[in-house]
C-alpha cells in the first residue's frame, strides 16, 4: 500500500488481511524471534509504519494473527443425527479430525508457540484461547453426548480424559521423528479413542 492515510481515514481491510496473513506465514515458518515486525511488513506488501498504525508491537501484531487464524479452521463439527447414531457420526469425523490434526502448518505453530510460551506468555494464551479452547469445548459436548448415548462409560470422567487424549495426540504429532500423515493420525485417533472407552465401530 502506497498511499497515507489520513486523519479519520478508514483503514483498508485488504492491507489488514495481508499483515495478518504474512504475521502467521512467518510465525510458522520461522517462529516468534525471526517474525519481525520488519519481515512482516515486507511479505505483506506494506510500509513498516503501516503495520505500527494497527499494531504498537511485534506481539500485539501476533497475537491477532493468532486469533485471526481462527477463522481458517476447518468445522469439524456434526449435528443433526440422533444420539444414537453416534458411532456412526464420530466413524464418519475421524478422517477430517485426523486431516486437521496431521495439517503441517497446524502442527508447526502448536510446536512453535509451546516453546515459546516461557518467554511470550501472550501468544501462547492467544493460541489456547483461539484455538484449543474451541476445540475442547467441542471435544467436551461429544463425550457428553456420547455418555448420554451410552457409547461411553456414564462414569468415566470426561475432563480427565480429554486431558489424557490431548496429551497423547501432541505426542503423536510432535514427538514422532517422522510426522504422521493424515491416514495415521485418523487411525491414531480411532486407537485412542477406544482406549478411552468409546464403543465405537
Known amino acids: 500500500m502506497t498511499g497515507r492515510e489520513g486523519p479519520g481515514r478508514p483503514r483498508d481491510p ?22 519481525g515486525i520488519e519481515q512482516i511488513a515486507k511479505r505483506a506488501g506494506v510500509a513498516k509504519v503501516t503495520v505500527y498504525r494497527r499494531w504498537s508491537s511485534k506481539e500485539d501484531l501476533l497475537a491477532a494473527a493468532i486469533e485471526h487464524a481462527r477463522e481458517d479452521l476447518p468445522n469439524t463439527a456434526d449435528a443433526g443425527r440422533p444420539a ?13 479430525w485426523g486431516e486437521v490434526l496431521a495439517e503441517p502448518r497446524f502442527r508447526a505453530l502448536t510446536a512453535r508457540l ?9 501468544l501462547l494464551e492467544a493460541y489456547v484461547r483461539h484455538h484449543v479452547e474451541p476445540r475442547r469445548e467441542r471435544a467436551r459436548a461429544a463425550m457428553l453426548q456420547a455418555q ?9 470422567d470426561v475432563d480427565l480424559l480429554m486431558d489424557m487424549m490431548t496429551g497423547a495426540i ?4 510432535l514427538m514422532t521423528p ?10 491414531y485417533l480411532g486407537r485412542l479413542l477406544r482406549q478411552a472407552g468409546f464403543d465405537i465401530a
Open 178 to 187: 517422522t510426522p504422521p500423515d493424515a491416514a495415521e493420525t485418523t487411525a
Open 84 to 96: 444414537e447414531a453416534l458411532p456412526e457420526v464420530i466413524a464418519d469425523l475421524l478422517p477430517r
Open 14 to 35: 485488504a492491507a489488514d488481511a495481508a499483515i495478518l496473513k504474512a504475521a502467521m506465514e512467518l510465525l510458522v515458518e520461522r517462529g516468534v524471534e525471526h517474525a
Open 148 to 156: 448420554a448415548a451410552g457409547v461411553l462409560a456414564a462414569d468415566a
Open 170 to 173: 501432541m505426542q503423536h504429532l
Open 114 to 122: 509451546l516453546g515459546a510460551g516461557p518467554d511470550h506468555p501472550r
